[in-house]
Nanobody, 116 residues
Framework: QVQLVESGGGLVQSGGSLRLSCAAS????????MGWYRQAPGKQRELVAT???????NYADSVKGRFTISRDNAKNTVYLQMNSLKPEDTAVYYC??????????WGQGTQVTVSS
C-alpha cells in the first residue's frame, strides 16, 4: 500500500503561482507513473498532468505552457508548478500514483483557489 501526502495548495490571485508537492511512501522504482488531477464543484475529476517512470509527460490542453510536472526520484516526490493561474484553475487537486503491481492510489486532495 502507498500513502501520499500532498501540500502546497492555497489561495492566490489571478496570475500568481503555486507549487504542489506529493510525497509517496514508496521508492521510485516501484512507481509506474505519478500525476495530478483536479475536481471543481459540480464537475468530474479531470487529468491535469502525468509523468511516467520513463519521464514521459502528458498535460491537459488547458494547462499547457502554464503548468509543469516534475519528479524527484530520490525524494519519491512529484511536483506541479503552476504559473499564470486563472480563476478557472480553482479546484481540489489530487495526486495519483500507479504502482508496478497495477494498483492506483490517491492523495487526500489539496484546495487551490484563484481569485480574480
Amino acid at each position: 500500500q502507498v500513502q501520499l501526502v500532498e501540500s502546497g495548495g492555497g489561495l492566490v490571485q489571478s496570475g500568481g503561482s503555486l507549487r504542489l508537492s506529493c510525497a509517496a511512501s514508496r521508492s521510485a522504482s516501484g512507481l509506474l507513473a505519478m500525476g495530478w488531477y483536479r475536481q471543481a464543484p459540480g464537475k468530474q475529476r479531470e487529468l491535469v498532468a502525468t509523468i511516467t517512470s520513463g519521464s514521459r509527460l502528458n498535460y491537459a490542453d488547458s494547462v499547457k505552457g502554464r503548468f509543469t510536472i516534475s519528479r524527484d526520484n530520490a525524494k519519491n516526490t512529484v511536483y506541479l508548478q503552476m504559473n499564470s493561474l486563472k480563476p478557472e484553475d480553482t479546484a481540489v487537486y489530487y495526486c495519483k500514483v500507479v504502482v508496478v503491481s497495477g494498483g492506483a492510489y490517491w492523495g487526500q486532495g489539496t484546495q487551490v483557489t484563484v481569485s480574480s
